[in-house]
């Protein structure tokens, strides 16, 4: 397992480097970051100046390279746009996205699996149906339209929620939450709806297919002929082997959802590490770019990684695969 | 006076599809009495596995009973309510599967599979249920059961599984085992130990046990009385032995012709020609009539025959001395 | 102990915020830094003006009016000016405000290392005459001098110096980039870049208070449709800019009231000048059409300016024929007349230059620069096209869009020209004189516009004290662009602000939001 | 279920059973029938535009700005045009501009998926049949696809695709790198589906037969396997094609889309939703409906197809 696990992180790190290298190749394309730096005053020696001094001029292969260095010393450079170190922006602006991505990704599970269970069990029940119909509407429009939507509606017509921001924060030990004021609660609402909803609804239709399938299994079919109740059947027996190859797609739509908050994150001006990835590319702050980068990929491995030891512990079988060693 | 264990009458089992309704169970009776084993034999489609779900209750809708009667230890129950029939299933009537590779929940330590049964049909502790899940291991011949318990169905070969089921068939005893088909899927080394296996414990038990199964060789080993199957019909009903020695159905006779077991000594075997007809395309009258080389005008016509005491369901019963 | 104090962060949270007369305000782009020499553009100044000032400030109406100076007055024939500094002004901290700290901030903001040095190009040596005047030497006589130096800033030498600060830092930023210590009247009491920036009003203030702020907060919201449903919503009482389509709506609706004002910017038209051949055509490879005036001017003649003022800026822009809008010092009333929408004499022109069918050429355009930018730049390409000017657009974000510009991507460009100074010279000094790295001239002239006569004039400009003759060499100068058609200039930009309906402000020509001109009724 | 008719007769029988029996319930469910009326009825409308639509929105000489902000069915104030769904800012007609832009929409999705469907399918039979090394690398290649989040890839995408395209082709290079951005996010299900299926598929006893006879591997998983694989990728190609569709407004609302002088129905909606509050809601409406009904038709199909094939689906 211990060796596994290493094996993994190997290849994930290399992975890493290679996908930091192409990011690193794409920033040049991005734009350029001079003009946010000056003003409207400059001169072409300015220009050439500035660049020098932030290391522009020189190939982005070694620009990468000292990107590197320091990020491995865990210092990933100072921001174009705010002048601080790029580490303490993330770690400041971390807690917004993560609030969020938490209780959408809470949302998605709790109601995914739920409804995406109810529609399996009761198949060609009327409501099912239009459960999994009305579902589609969804994934059929953008995000975006969906939260500009919800603020028409929610906040603008009704005046119910707020329409942009996280409300009021408390620190908590350099921690800031939303979860501690009426205001917070508030306003992550519509936006945790908003990202929410595409990965309910994917998680609902996966549950709902991989249900099926388990249903037709000779398991199920043999635990039904031992006379076993429903309850028992549907949830003990079909839904735990249901979520062997769910929880492989709800880690991956976890990151997914981090992802997608840079879009949520813009329209309801939810002050993230997403939104402030989309204010680096429009600043062309490179530091922060690449270090955002950096940290989805590393969390995306770790989702990936902790799918796998979840894995371990559900389906025994694997048990019996991995700790056998190769 | 004594019921027989099992009782089915004129059962029928209807699927409607878009080519209309067919009927893969049609008219169908037999009894099975305490403590004895019936042989269901047919080709695949012939309608032994769906006379089997029928009676445990587990049609998978839209297939449903459309005529006849089911009777469980004098109590019908082909009408049962959901909950009701669930409640037999396991405490009156057991079942054993095919496959047991893909019979238990791999996910699942067999204890708790077995436990988890016992407590839903007997009032017993659940410190009690696992002493009887070990026992019940033990029964099946399962070596170690008292380690075995924690084990989950991977860690065991296929037979050793097919053990294990029987054991969860067997856990609440049950007066009825549906064995549908337990050995198919096993090596035949291993074949006749679970077929002695379920042999012991029923007569042991008394447990009345339906044997579904395309194999003569099981048929001969194992059985008391045989139905034959052909097309959702009986073909031919009777004690194993007159049945295999002396078929009155040419279906029947084909059938133990083309078995090398019953053509021993034959230097080649027997064929019966064409193949059993789609279920939405089964011909008037007897259904076997386009493979029978002695069907004449009145088999090409309803009405259909049936099986009567002591006879097959054909209109010209083979005699003795046509058996080759 | 340490939960108690938790707890009581957390109740304090709870509890409702201080009410009465809590300002929220919305802006498209959050100032990056709090140093006032770091960066030079609008978002950073407009906001520091309320915390920092300069010695000199503009009023409602952007007349130049004493703030830490009282007065000031030329020396001699124009060597330099004197300024005379206002006393008992102390900065947010306590520190006494005196001529070191003009000096020191004169050194701060002409470094290298800030972003606001070409205000003082024009000045050769800043002398303490005492703790209260200050003369600023200038090599040649510079009339527009005082108003130059408005949205100079000025920083307390030590507190600067305490904090490691004595020069601005955009790259890796310093105590000056998150922290203020001004002489405003606000101070910064919670910054949290990108976020929110949090203001107090300064007790200490040397100025007369006209507003009634206790508290004032801003937060950033780049999505325009945001920005608009938090006004609507009353989440915040103050949003700059109103997306233009919606200030109709706007309008009708009581809870919230439009201001709206000209904005100093003018929208206009560049082109290659110096290049041989156009980049982006598919048959007119072996010229340069734009070089021909006169299929520059077919350009202007083919452009229908009302009909972009009346549907996409919606009414709410004016016309303009020159570099500068009318409410700058130094326009040409002379010349307003724009060349007419006129497809015929644009087709003629065209003709006369030697391209009866017109041609195909590259239009570059930002697309989050200018207010609608995007769709004035879709409508030039249908309005020249119906002349035979078939042009490809190519709209992009304003971090591709300057470094297209400056690697000569293009073959006709949009340009957004602002006169930090308010003045005609300023567009003459950076469009219109030939590029020119060492007499720190031309340096937005991407097309490489050249003309002598107004190369000349410019330095001549610069330091005419006399305004009429001052006057009449810029009439020349802006005489001499519009017959070239050096650019094409189209429209001034509107400022549309919104605000809740219990808000009074005052909104000026720059844009700048100053905050003790707010009412909260 | 063993003893259920299952046919053995030749494949190529089964095929079209399969097909009938697909006809079958199509007639059976009024939900595929509408949905796929829908699909049918914008496919043709995007592909016969030019002769439907009463203007061509792509040519800007055509445009008459003062029509800009024409509400339907009503006369413009200064030109007395009357559009049936209205104009937009530029005084395009919307129903032309949706016919156009839906155009865009359906090509850029249907290219990307038929990318990703060649691409995916490729590397699956090839992972899935080569194994070793091969299918490690790809696999492998698959999982960081998956664990990066596919609007991430799309601009990275984007973005090196605008450097490295030489100037001149730039101005059409948008939709093709959408394309190629939203075709790229994409492959790895296509993947994993038919790698899994070949794993299957490669052990069958007419495969090895085929094997010892000298088939060489392209031929057998050319003739033999991508058969057997076929139907859940079209259902995998049905649903992806109603998410490419959806990607690509995304992307234009991040502002890699369409350039709004051939505007997809993304970019149409990315414009539209600026005029959400400003009262001229035919701009949005209209695009977004019409987003809608396509995007939840091509759902609706797939979802049925899903159901009616059942494909194991992973």
């Known amino acids: 397992m211990l060796a596994y696990i290493i094996r993994r992180i190997g290849q994930s790190a290399l992975v890493l480097l290679i996908v930091g290298l192409v990011a690193f190749s794409m920033f040049r394309f991005v734009g350029d970051p001079i003009d946010n730096m000056l003003g409207q005053e400059r001169t072409a020696e300015d220009i050439d100046r500035l660049r020098a001094q932030l290391g522009l001029d020189q190939p982005f292969v070694v620009q990468y390279f000292k990107f590197l260095e320091g990020a491995v010393q865990g210092n990933f450079g100072v921001s174009y746009r705010q002048g601080r170190p790029v580490a303490e922006i993330l770690l400041e602006r971390a807690p917004a996205t993560l609030e969020l991505a938490a209780v959408s990704g809470i949302l998605a599970i709790l109601f995914g699996i739920a409804l995406g269970v109810f529609t399996a069990i009761r198949r060609d029940g009327v409501l099912a149906n239009f459960i999994m119909s009305a579902s589609l509407i969804g994934v059929s429009l953008p995000t975006f339209l969906i939260g500009i939507l919800l603020i028409y509606l929610f906040s603008v017509e009704l005046g119910w929620l707020p329409s942009f921001g996280r409300g009021e924060t408390v620190d908590l030990g350099g921690w800031s939450t939303g979860f501690l004021t009426e205001s917070g609660l508030k306003a992550l609402i519509l936006p945790s709806i908003t990202l929410g909803l595409y990965q309910m609804t994917l998680i609902m239709r996966l549950v709902r297919s991989e249900m099926l399938e388990v249903l037709r299994q000779d398991y199920i079919r043999f635990a039904r002929a031992r006379g076993l109740r429903d309850r028992a059947v549907n949830f003990r027996h079909a839904l735990k082997n249901t979520m062997v190859p769910v929880i492989t797609v709800i880690g991956l739509q976890l990151g997914a959802i981090i992802a997608f908050a840079i879009i949520t994150e813009t329209v309801f001006q939810w002050p993230g590490v997403g939104l402030l990835f989309i204010n680096a590319i429009q600043f062309v702050d490179i530091p922060v770019m690449a270090a955002y980068l950096m940290l989805i990929s590393v969390m995306f491995v770790g989702i990936n990684l902790l799918v796998d030891i979840l894995y371990f512990f559900i389906d025994p079988r694997l048990r019996a695969d991995r700790s056998g060693g190769h | ?324 | ?521 | ?314």
């Open chain 3, 1 to 521: 102990m340490r939960r108690s104090i938790q707890l009581a962060v957390i109740l304090a949270a709870l509890a409702p915020a201080a009410q009465a007369e809590d300002f929220m305000w919305a802006v498209n782009t959050d100032p990056q830094t709090m140093d006032p020499h770091a960066v030079n553009s609008t978002p950073v100044l407009g906001f520091l003006n309320n915390v920092y000032e300069g010695l000199v400030r503009r009023g409602k109406d952007m007349t130049v009016e004493p703030a830490l100076a009282t007065s000031w007055e030329p020396i001699g024939e124009g060597e330099g000016w004197r300024f005379i500094l206002r006393e008992g002004v102390t900065f947010h901290d306590g520190a006494e405000f005196t001529a070191e700290d003009v000096l020191f901030s004169y050194q701060r903001a002409s470094d290298e290392a800030s972003d606001t040095r070409s205000w003082f190009a024009p000045v050769s040596e800043v002398v303490v005459v005492d703790d209260y005047t200050v003369d600023f030497m200038t090599t040649a006589p510079n009339p527009i001098f005082p108003g130059s130096i408005a949205n100079w800033m000025i920083m307390d030498s030590g507190w600067a110096e305490v904090n490691d600060a004595t020069l601005p830092d955009k790259e890796n930023g310093n105590y000056a980039t998150l922290n203020t210590n001004g002489t405003g009247a606000f101070k910064v009491t919670a910054r949290e870049p990108g976020l929110r920036t949090v203001l107090e009003p300064f007790e200490g203030w040397w100025g007369e208070v006209e507003h009634n702020i206790t508290r004032a907060e801003l937060t950033p919201i780049q999505n325009p449709a945001t920005a608009l449903a938090a006004l609507l919503s009353g989440d915040v009482d103050f949003i700059n800019p109103v997306p233009i389509q919606d200030v109709a709506r706007l309008k009708e609706n009581p809870d919230v009231e439009v201001i709206q004002g000209i904005e100093a910017r003018v929208i206009m038209l560049g082109f290659p000048h110096e290049a041989d051949t156009l980049k982006y055509s598919s048959e007119t490879t072996d010229a340069n059409p734009f070089a021909d005036v006169r299929v520059r001017q077919a350009v202007a003649h083919a452009i229908n300016v009302p009909a972009i003022l009346q549907t996409i800026m919606r009414g709410n822009a004016e016309a303009v024929s020159q570099l500068v809008s009318a409410a700058m010092q130094g326009y040409v009333p002379e010349l307003e007349a724009r060349p007419a929408y006129d497809q015929d004499r644009a087709r003629e022109l065209l003709a006369e230059a030697g391209y009866p069918d017109g041609f195909s050429f590259g239009l570059k355009c930002p697309n989050n620069r200018y207010l609608n930018d995007e769709a004035v730049c879709q409508a030039i390409t249908g309005m020249l096209a119906q002349v035979g000017l078939n042009a490809t657009l190519d709209a992009m974000p304003v971090q591709n869009y300057w470094p297209e510009l400056r690697a000569d991507n293009y073959d006709m460009f949009l340009l957004g020209w602002s006169p930090g100074t308010f003045d005609a010279e300023h567009p003459i000094r950076f469009l219109a004189a030939t590029p020119n790295e060492e007499l720190r001239v031309g340096s937005w002239n991407f097309g490489g516009y050249s003309n002598a006569r107004v190369d000349e004039l410019l330095p001549l400009i610069q330091s005419e004290i006399d305004p009429v003759a001052r006057q009449a060499m810029i009439d020349e100068t802006a005489k001499i662009l519009q017959d070239e058609m050096a650019y094409v200039p189209m429209y001034v930009q509107p400022l549309v602000w919104g605000i809740r309906n219990n808000i009074e402000l005052t909104q000026r020509p720059d844009d700048f939001f100053i905050l003790r001109w707010v009412t909260v009724n």
């Open chain 2, 1 to 324: 006076m004594t019921h027989p264990v099992l009782s089915i009458r004129d059962l029928s089992v209807e699927i409607p599809t878009r080519h209309g309704v067919v009927r893969p169970v049609d008219g169908v009776s037999y009894d099975i009495a305490a403590g004895e084993i019936l042989g269901v034999v047919g080709e695949s489609g012939a309608g032994k596995s769906m006379a089997g779900n029928a009676v445990i209750g587990l049609l998978t809708p839209p297939a449903h009973i459309s005529t006849g009667e089911i009777w469980l230890n004098g109590q019908r129950i082909d009408q049962l309510t959901g909950d009701a029939m669930r409640r037999l299933r396991g405490k009156e009537i057991g079942m054993v599967f095919q496959d047991p590779l893909t019979s238990l929940n791999p996910l699942l330590r067999i204890g708790d599979q077995l436990t988890e049964t016992m407590l839903t049909h007997l009032p017993i502790s659940r410190s009690e249920a696992e002493k009887r899940a070990v026992a019940a291991l033990d029964e099946v011949g399962i070596p170690g059961a008292a380690e075995r318990v924690n084990s989950y169905p991977h860690e065991f070969s296929g037979g050793m599984r097919q053990r294990v089921v029987i054991a969860l068939a067997l856990c609440a005893e049950p007066s009825l085992i549906i064995a549908d088909e337990p050995t198919t899927a096993l090596d035949v080394s291993v074949q006749a130990q679970i077929i002695a296996l379920l042999r012991r414990l029923c007569r042991d038990r008394g447990t009345a046990v339906m044997l579904i199964t395309h194999d003569m060789g099981v048929i001969a080993e194992a059985t008391d009385r045989v139905a034959v199957m052909y097309a959702g019909r009986l073909a031919e009903l009777g004690p194993v032995r007159d049945v295999l020695t002396h078929p009155q159905h040419p279906y029947t006779h084909g059938l133990m012709a083309s078995t090398p077991l019953a053509s021993q000594g034959k230097s080649r075997l027997h064929q019966i020609p064409g193949a059993m007809p789609r279920l939405d395309a089964v011909p008037e009258g007897c259904a076997f009539h386009p493979r029978c080389p002695y069907a004449t005008d009145k088999c090409r016509q309803p009405p259909v025959p049936r099986v009567t005491d002591g006879q097959a369901a054909c209109w010209y019963p083979l005699v003795d001395e046509k058996v080759i």
């Open chain 4, 1 to 314: 279920m063993s003893d259920f008719p299952i046919p053995s007769a030749p494949k190529s029988r089964y095929r079209r059973a399969v097909e009938s029996d697909l006809f079958y319930t199509f007639k059976r469910s009024p939900v595929a029938m509408v949905s796929a009326a829908v699909v049918l009825i914008l496919v043709l409308a995007a592909v016969f535009a030019p002769l439907i639509a009463p203007t061509n929105p792509f040519d800007p000489s055509s445009l008459n700005l003062m029509n800009g902000f024409t509400p339907p069915m009503a006369p413009n104030a200064f030109t007395g045009d009357t559009f049936l769904l209205g104009t937009d800012d530029q005084g395009r007609d919307v129903f032309s501009t949706i016919l156009y832009g839906m155009r865009i929409s359906l090509f850029v999705g249907v290219a990307a998926v038929f990318l990703a469907m060649v691409l995916g399918i490729t590397l699956g039979l090839i992972s899935g049949y080569v194994g070793g090394w091969t299918e490690t690398i790809i696999m492998r290649t698959a999982d960081v696809q998956l664990t990066f989040p596919s609007i991430l890839v799309a601009m990275l995408i984007f973005g090196i695709a605008k450097g490295v395209t030489p100037v001149e082709y730039r101005d059409q290079m948008a939709i093709w790198v959408l394309i190629l951005a939203i075709g790229l996010s994409d492959w790895v299900q296509f993947a994993r589906v038919v790698r899994g299926a070949t794993l299957v598929e490669k052990n069958k006893e007419y495969v090895q037969a085929a094997r010892l006879i000298g088939r060489t591997p392209g031929a057998i998983m050319l003739r033999h396997i991508l058969p057997n694989v076929l139907s859940p990728v079209l259902v995998i190609a049905t649903i992806s094609l109603a998410l490419a569709i959806i990607a690509e407004a995304t992307l234009s609302f991040l502002g890699v889309g369409a350039p709004p002088t051939q505007p997809s129905l993304g970019t149409l909606i990315r414009i539209g939703q600026g005029f959400l509050f400003s009262g001229e809601w035919w701009i949005l409406l209209f695009p977004a409906v019409t987003l809608l009904a396509l995007a939840l038709s091509v759902n609706l199909l797939g979802d049925w197809l899903r159901d009616a094939l059942n494909p194991r689906l992973r």
